[in-house]
């Protein structure tokens, strides 16, 4: 049995661990990554599950990759290119469209053709979103300070936190305050009254969770389009070169580059402890390695439930992350495609159908979607962002074909008698009627179909329950109580344990985010 | 023509409380009332001979301690009665469950369902006690004026800080957890029995448009418990001679001090000269001059209805007109021919209280997922009290008077709109649903009375009549309350106050906001 | 596609320039000509026609129409009479500009409101209590400016309304080719000018008559740059470039009173509530820490400046819109200018500024940051009243 030593191991090799591992290794640490599967990037992969097509198996979009990280990276260098997403067009069942589009006057133009006051209330909430986007900025990129200790040196975070507060416009604080409360179904009634405008920018408000567009606390998400905006990014929505298993090796290059050595099928059966700290890890084969950092990028309940003995987590730790919510709530299709859809209310090939399709014609109808979930069935009719990746990026299909990605809210993980093959193929042919109803060309050109239920998502992608963001943020589960309260700021009851994944502030998505603020945590920098 | 220091618009119990006060301080007062009784929301009717109903609210969770003893209410007649049995859950798949005022006693009975939840069940009950002594603080205090606290704050966040302190940190964590969620996690993290859950889950949602699983809910919740007798989860409290008696001991305490009561006298228009609010005008014509106004009508009726709204900046009406009301709550009064006789009560004593129709999480979100599209609910939500257990002298000898609080029966109705068809329906429900509880309610049925939200509104004056004046959500609590910078009883209007329900302190029979806003009125009275 | 005017059939084929600007989610000529110049001296010597569709149009009326309006703008609706046309900005809470533009008095109780920006919402959100509709009649009304000396003989040949007695900022009803129309003697050029109103259905006919009987007057089409020349000229205000409205600004800082703006005179603070009237008060007590005025650079300064490196002064022949920098003569930021152009009529180097109210009066010599050969210089200028061009045609009339 060989034992190696590192400085730090990183447990699993999905986007956050990596953006960890490049961090550790610049600063001059020797890192190991260890990925379970054969491929790296945990759910952002790019999979040729067929053979000529890549599909980007699992997340799809990079919504919110922290431009610093592409910055200090030089992510760029080592191959990485995001290629805006255009617009957003939302089919209709009467036959009627929406589409946001990059240019403002055709927006402009087109929701007033729907509504003239939306369109005039659609700038002016872009405004305020934005003032909300600066000040919500340094949260992001804030190691949540413990309010609940009255420890002098977390006393200290939490004065922080209360002069950021103080320092926050009034107006601007109040309408914080509504957009961090509310469902977003009642913060757009107060700008909206177009259904289509409505649900569409609903639905981003929850992706991912376990909530409907009329659960408080789902309007905060509204926010993440235009935090992208003033990140100097150079649009909130990005597709990855090469499908998002592209973002995940870029980063690994960049690791490398400084240093670290990443391992794939290197599965870790446990974290080793030594009283009351960590040293190391098992593989499944038995190989240990020591290290005098161990960071875990699974979620929570993976790395505090599978990998430590319970022994060594004090019991009300283990409470909180027992009570740590986690449901899944999506599942995803991938297709290979013969020919382009034909949407019959927007016929043709037209610009339309490079940027997101959102299935989401009312708040109704997501609403309605959620209350099947609620109950423990897959949506009947199903919420869906879908995007063509394929014509964005040409090379992830043979010329002239396609591949296409749906992904698909809601699919309960806990569904009522289970999941399993066959339910998982029913869940995909609903998706697929669902779609025909708007492009009924859609069942013809299908060549291959790829469902992934939270049931696979768990078996196949470490996900447990199959939530997609490591842990449903919900108002109790973000910053200083993600993942849970006094364990916020990356560090574990365990010391030289630290975590770095999605359930971790500032959460899920591709943005690389907790893997940085971990590095700067372990790296003994508390703000930067 | 005499000129009062202030004058109150609306003689309920929150206005006649701050007249009481203002009285105390000296102040020369005149309490203005549309209708030709006092009381507002808390009356005791008798739409029937011999029937004394509280139409409207019918049960009290607690008073302000200052209140009852500043104003010597009971020496102005004002008899609180704390039934045994706080709430008794029937059930139509089980047994029924009582929670009784004494918590050793629901332990007992707990313990026939589960004897987890027994388990857990001391340790809620003192949890509970934390947070509300916690959140009593803060109600006993106008709120502090976040995100910049003014000097006037420091006292209350000295208090806050000082309460924070001396919990336990793993308490304070649970609080900070506590806050935003939703009553369906609080109950589920700690409970198993579907019986017991429901119960308690009634509470989280009771008069707002939001289901049990709404983030907040546990707010709403704890709002109710705030002036709670301690150790009583759900208590329920009745006024000796029906809930009217409070407003006429107030009135009796008032005038004490010298207050004026005028009934059927209808405020039409608030006189504003300069931006500052400088007197009344009555229905008739008739004006009155005053120092101050305070109006205990909700924010919304005040700002806009009775007050021109001209004289707003636009950015005040836009809050105003914002604040989400949507009533959810429907009455039905029963006069009864004889005792209901639940299934299950095998004595007297459990029926008490409330008798709450609420079997299971799932059946109250199912109730509210009806009204989230419109229509009232499929299977009701019902609060019930016959407080003619407790106090005979309510009804002819032998009779009974059954009170429903029914939810959800939303104001806003998809293609319907309230009238005596849709209200003769919603009454026939209620009684269906109580006889498959108390079989011989029907046939004992010698009147019903019927409030829709519509009525509530027309009759009572509560805008989309809600029971709040104003939805008790996140969004619209403490600081919000009851638009962002006018929290503290004062509004954009010089001189003009409000001290209704809606404001903080406000929602439910609890008489707090009529008290704080008295004391910051005498407070400005005082600095000049 | 970003939409096109009513007036679009007729003005692409002539376009030689391919030259077209956005305005407001529609395309306009930005320049018939490969150079604007014609197009400019159309104005000031002849006629020039301009399309201005696509300005948004509100029609505003019912019993309280007057009433929601004076709440909304600055200046006195109730006290207009039918048939004038007010210019009036209007504001947020903060009395800070959202938007200008013009409002006829079509009727006792209908009028019509033209904003850069849409208002619809704004309008209804001051409309509690009140009785009136709004129509958005910008896709539905063409609009068509005819602007310079022979501005009102060409219109009079077309039309058999009199002319000759409708003052400035008045309109009347008209027919031309058997179109109903409305004429208005308002405009963005500070010149004697009209503006005609009309159903887009019946533009190209508009269109057609007045090129057809123009034409031996010297009529042209003239597109937006040399307009632009025209309203520096006249010293009025564009939004967006000379201020930002209240609800585009990203920073209080960004944002400007109408008092800060020159505009004080539009403001009727003494005409009853409208929103933003509290903080206008308060700021014409105190007084406006900005005030907007004309710049004169300094021509020999220009020559000094330029002849230092070997060259006479090169200006731009496009009316610029970037901020200058400007200082007072001892050099110090006082303020910044936000468009200026050479004026070709008036020979002189012109622009609009913003500067602190303290440091400039009529008659001051400032500085103002212009580049010389990639190099920051600073040229004498002095503060002027605007406007700059004012001929007396503009205004007179025969009684």
Redesign the interface.
């Known amino acids: 049995m060989k034992t190696q030593q590192f400085d730090a191991i990183v447990i699993g090799g999905g986007h956050n661990g990596l953006v960890n591992a490049a961090y550790l290794a610049r600063a001059g640490l020797r890192v190991v990554v260890l990925e379970r599967r054969h491929v790296l990037g945990g759910a952002a992969v790019t999979e040729e599950i067929y053979p000529g097509f890549k599909y980007s198996v699992c997340s799809y979009v990079v919504s919110l990759l922290r431009p610093e990280i592409i910055r200090e990276l030089n992510l760029a260098r080592h191959g990485l290119e995001i290629l805006p997403l255009e617009s957003t067009f939302t089919p209709l069942p009467n036959g009627d469209h929406l589409v946001r589009w990059a240019d403002h006057d055709l927006t402009r133009r087109e929701i007033y053709r729907h509504s003239p006051r939306d369109a005039e209330a659609y700038d002016d909430f872009g405004q305020l979103l934005y003032r909300l986007a600066v000040a919500v900025k340094p949260l992001m990129s804030m190691i949540p300070p413990d309010v609940a200790s009255l420890h002098p040196r977390d006393l200290a975070g939490t004065a922080r936190l209360g002069k950021y507060f103080h320092g926050i416009e009034p107006s601007t604080f109040y309408a914080l305050h509504k957009l961090m409360t509310m469902s977003s179904a009642d913060y757009l009634d107060e700008w909206f009254e177009t259904e289509a405008l409505k649900a569409t920018m609903a639905a981003s408000g929850i992706i991912g969770t376990f909530l409907g567009p009329r659960s408080p606390g789902t309007a905060y998400v509204l926010l993440h389009h235009y935090l992208g905006e003033i990140d100097g990014a150079f649009r909130a929505w990005g597709f990855a070169r090469g499908g998002t298993g592209a973002v995940s090796e870029a980063i690994a290059a960049a690791a490398r580059s400084y240093g670290a050595s990443i391992r794939t099928e290197a599965p870790v059966a446990q974290i080793i402890t030594r009283g009351d700290r960590a040293t190391g890890v098992v593989l499944a084969d038995g190989e240990e390695i020591h290290a005098s950092t161990v960071v875990s990028a699974l979620d929570p309940k993976r790395t505090f439930i599978n990998l430590i003995e319970p022994s060594a987590l004090p019991s009300e730790f283990r409470a909180a992350i027992d009570n740590f919510k986690i449901r899944g709530s999506s599942g995803k299709v991938n297709l290979a495609l013969d020919a382009l859809p034909e949407f019959t209310c927007l016929p043709g090939t037209g610009p339309h159908l490079r940027g997101a399709i959102s299935i989401s014609p009312s708040v109704d109808y997501l609403e309605h979607a959620y209350d099947d979930a609620k109950y423990g069935a897959f949506s009947r009719r199903p919420y869906m962002d879908i995007l063509i990746p394929s014509l964005i990026d040409p090379t992830m299909a043979p010329p002239g074909k396609h591949v296409m990605s749906l992904f698909v809210q809601y699919a309960p993980s806990d569904l009522v008698g289970g999941w399993n093959v066959q339910k998982r193929e029913q869940f995909g042919d609903n998706v697929i009627d669902t779609l025909s109803e708007y492009a009924p060309n859609i069942k013809d050109i299908i060549l291959h179909r790829q469902v992934l239920t939270p049931w696979d998502l768990e078996r196949d992608f470490g996900l447990t329950e199959g939530n997609i963001f490591h842990g449903e943020l919900t108002l109790n589960q973000l910053f200083f109580l993600r993942p849970a309260s006094s364990w916020a700021d990356y560090t574990t009851p365990v010391r030289n344990l630290f975590q770095c994944g999605s359930g971790t502030h500032p959460g899920g998505g591709i943005t690389g985010a907790p893997g940085r603020l971990a590095a700067q945590r372990i790296l003994g920098s508390r703000w930067t | 023509m005499t000129t009062y220091d202030a004058i109150i618009i609306g003689a309920g119990h929150n206005g006649l409380t701050c007249a009481a006060y203002l009285g105390r301080a000296g102040f020369r007062v005149l309490v203005l009332e549309r209708r030709d009784i006092v009381g507002g929301s808390s009356v005791t009717e008798e739409p029937f001979p011999g029937f004394h109903i509280d139409t409207c609210a019918h049960r009290i969770h607690g008073l302000h301690p200052s209140v009852t003893q500043d104003l010597s209410l009971n020496n102005h007649g004002l008899e609180i009665q704390h039934p045994s049995s706080c709430v008794y859950a029937p059930n139509l798949d089980g047994p029924p469950l009582t929670l009784w005022s004494d918590p050793a006693r629901t332990t007992a009975e707990i313990q026939s369902f589960s004897s987890h939840d027994a388990q857990q069940w001391p340790t809620f009950v003192t949890f509970m006690a934390v947070a509300t002594r916690f959140l009593r603080t803060m109600y006993d205090h106008p709120p502090i004026q976040?995100?910049?606290p003014k000097m006037e704050d420091v006292g209350t966040l000295l208090r806050l800080a000082r309460r924070f302190?001396n919990l336990t940190?793993?308490d304070?964590?649970a609080l900070?957890?506590?806050?935003?969620?939703s009553i369906a996690?609080v109950v589920d993290?700690r409970f198993e029995t579907d019986i017991l859950k429901g119960a308690l889950g009634a509470a989280g949602i009771n008069g707002i448009m939001?289901g049990p699983?709404?983030?907040?809910t546990a707010y709403t919740f704890l709002h109710t418990h705030v002036y709670s007798p301690p150790g009583a989860i759900r208590a329920t409290l009745f006024v000796r001679g029906g809930i009217g008696g409070l407003a006429t001991a107030l009135t009796s305490a008032a005038k004490r001090f010298g207050v004026s009561v005028r009934t059927g006298a209808e405020v039409q228009n608030i006189i504003v000269k300069d931006?500052r609010a400088v007197g009344v005008a009555l229905a008739g014509g008739e004006e009155i001059t005053a120092r101050y106004v305070v109006s205990n009508a909700d924010p919304r009726h005040t700002l806009?209805a009775i007050l021109?709204?001209?004289?707003l900046?636009?950015?005040d009406?836009?809050k105003t007109?914002?604040i989400?009301f949507r009533g959810a709550v429907a009455k039905v009064n029963l006069a009864l021919a004889e005792r209901p006789e639940f299934v299950g009560a095998s004595d007297e004593e459990r029926l008490h209280g409330t008798i709450t129709i609420a079997p299971s999480i799932?059946y109250l979100?199912h109730a509210y997922?009806d009204a989230?599209?419109g229509k009232p609910s499929g299977e009701l939500f019902l609060d019930i009290t016959i407080p003619t257990l407790t106090d005979r002298s309510l009804a002819p000898n032998g009779k009974h008077i059954l009170s429903a609080t029914v939810q959800y029966a939303p104001y806003h109705l998809k293609n319907h709109s309230w009238n005596d068809d849709t209200r003769d329906t919603l009454g026939n429900h209620v009684v269906e649903t109580i006889s498959q509880y108390a079989p011989n309610v029907p046939s004992a049925v010698l009147h019903r009375q019927t409030i829709t939200p519509f009525d509530l509104e027309k009759d009572y004056g509560l805008s989309e009549g809600n029971i709040n004046h104003g939805e008790l959500?996140?969004?619209q609590l403490y600081?919000?309350r009851p638009i962002?910078?006018w929290s503290r009883y004062e509004s954009p209007i010089r001189n003009l106050y409000l001290c209704g329900a809606g404001t903080h302190g406000g929602g439910g029979v609890t008489c707090a906001a009529g008290y704080n806003a008295s004391r910051v009125l005498i407070k400005h009275a005082k600095s000049g | 596609m970003l939409r096109t005017t009513p007036f679009h059939a007729k003005t692409a084929p002539i376009c030689q320039a391919q030259n077209w600007r956005r305005w407001a989610g529609y395309v306009v000529a930005g320049s018939y000509e490969l150079n604007h110049d014609r197009e400019y001296y159309a104005i000031r010597s002849a006629a020039a026609l301009i399309d201005v569709s696509p300005l948004f149009k509100y029609v505003i009326r019912g019993p309280d129409a007057a009433h929601l309006l004076d709440r909304v703008v600055t200046r006195n609706v109730a006290g207009s009479s039918v048939g004038q046309v007010l210019y009036t900005p209007w504001c947020n809470d903060a009395g800070k500009v959202v938007d200008d533009g013009t409002l006829s008095r079509l009727d006792d109780n209908v009028f019509r409101l033209t904003a850069a920006e849409p208002n619809l919402r704004w309008l209804h959100e001051h409309g509690t209590g009140l009785q009136f509709e709004i129509d958005d009649v910008s896709d539905s009304l063409a609009a068509l400016s005819i602007q310079g000396p022979m501005a009102r003989e060409i219109l009079s040949t077309a039309t058999d309304s009199d002319l000759s007695s409708l003052r400035f900022f008045r309109l009347t009803k008209a027919t031309i080719r058997s179109v109903p129309v409305t004429i208005s003697r308002t405009g963005y050029t500070g010149d004697l000018g009209y503006e005609v109103w009309l159903d887009a259905g019946h533009a190209e006919v508009l269109w057609d008559a007045l090129i057809e009987i123009g034409g031996p007057y010297g009529l042209a089409p003239a597109g937006m740059l040399a307009l632009d020349i025209a309203r520096i000229e006249a010293g009025l205000l564009l939004i967006d470039v000379d201020y930002v409205p209240a609800f585009k600004a990203k920073i209080e800082a960004q944002t400007s009173s109408p008092l800060e703006l020159g505009l004080g005179w539009a403001v009727k603070l003494d005409k009853g509530h409208f929103t933003g009237r509290a903080a206008l008060l308060e700021e014409s007590n105190r007084g406006a820490t900005w005030k907007f005025v004309g710049l004169e650079i300094q021509w020999d300064s220009l020559e000094k400046l330029y002849g230092s490196v070997g060259l006479p002064p090169l200006l731009p022949t496009e009316a610029w819109r970037t901020s200058a920098p400007v200082y007072s003569s001892r050099g110090a930021q006082v303020g910044y200018a936000t468009s200026g152009c050479w004026s070709p009529i008036l020979k002189k180097y012109i622009a609009l500024a913003h500067v602190n109210t303290a440091a400039a009066t009529i008659g001051d010599r400032l500085l103002m940051e212009v580049t010389v050969e990639h190099h920051r210089k600073k040229a004498e200028a002095t503060v002027v009243p605007t406007p700059f061009f004012d001929p007396p045609r503009k205004r007179s009339f025969t009684p």
């Open positions: 976040a995100p910049r302190k940190k793993s304070r964590i900070l957890r506590l806050l935003p969620a996690d993290e939001q699983m709404a983030a907040g931006n806009l021109d709204p001209a004289n900046a636009i950015g009406t836009r007109k914002e989400k799932d979100e997922d989230k599209y959500t996140l969004d600081f919000m962002a910078g």
